[in-house]
């Protein structure tokens, strides 16, 4: 029972630190990718439908 007094504060504490990272990459717009998604419009290689010989 005593390793439960030490697992559950560092479990909390990683994970506080994991969804502080993530937030942090949502602020700086490490998500955004408006140059890809302009390309991959154009491009026929995502198209819906496959490609024909």
Known sequence: MEVLLYSIPISLLLGG???GAFFWSLKNSQYDDPKGDAERILSDE???HPKQD
């Open 17 to 19: 630190i994991g969804l």
């Open 46 to 48: 995502f198209d819906d």
